[in-house]
């Protein structure tokens, strides 16, 4: 898409994770123990061309989708049919919660395939103008305690998740 248009500066930069399964008690030392592993992932992913390359492929599974009615990467995962998902870090962090997918875990933060996120723009002599101010906004901005807030309410959702099910039970 860099040859079609124009991308901003990174405004975010998010990291693929090795989840697991909490029972397992998984450890991985690095990225090249994986192909010991059954591995999943979601279909035409970024990482999936590197992961390509470690794990032999009878083991690295392929889906559609990361949670549905038909299963997907994390029904799989629960079911022992991999051992691993590869996933990005802050959706399944996210999805965690709205599926409660609380037995499964990161065991792994994969840091050296970062994925950086810019706008995109098509490239026309305004748009480049445009991507020049934003660059400008970017590199000053400082999104330090809007992290710190969601991290606390986060903190909050799961201590009032938690006391919610304990009550339940």
Do not use: C, W
Not at 115 to 143: C, E, K, N, Q
């Amino acid at each position: 898409r860099e040859g079609l248009g124009i991308f901003t500066a990174p405004y975010y930069a998010s990291h693929y994770a090795a989840i697991a399964s909490k029972a397992r008690r998984l450890t991985l030392g690095s990225s090249a123990d994986f192909a010991q592993h059954r591995v999943g992932i979601i279909a035409g992913v970024a990482v999936e061309s590197v992961l390509s390359g470690i794990v032999p492929p009878a083991q690295l599974h392929r889906f559609d989708a990361s949670v549905g009615n038909e299963g997907g990467l994390f029904k799989a995962l629960r079911d022992g049919v991999i051992d691993i998902a590869v996933f990005n870090k802050d959706i399944f962090l996210e999805q965690r919660y709205r599926h409660e997918l609380f037995d499964l875990e990161v065991v792994q933060t994969l840091h050296g395939f970062p994925r950086a996120y810019g706008f995109y723009f098509s490239p026309t002599p305004p748009h480049a103008r445009v991507v020049a101010l934003l660059d400008r906004y970017l590199a000053v901005m400082d999104t330090s305690a809007s992290v710190a807030e969601h991290e606390l309410g986060e903190r909050q959702l799961m201590e009032r998740y938690v006391a919610q099910r304990n009550q339940q039970t």
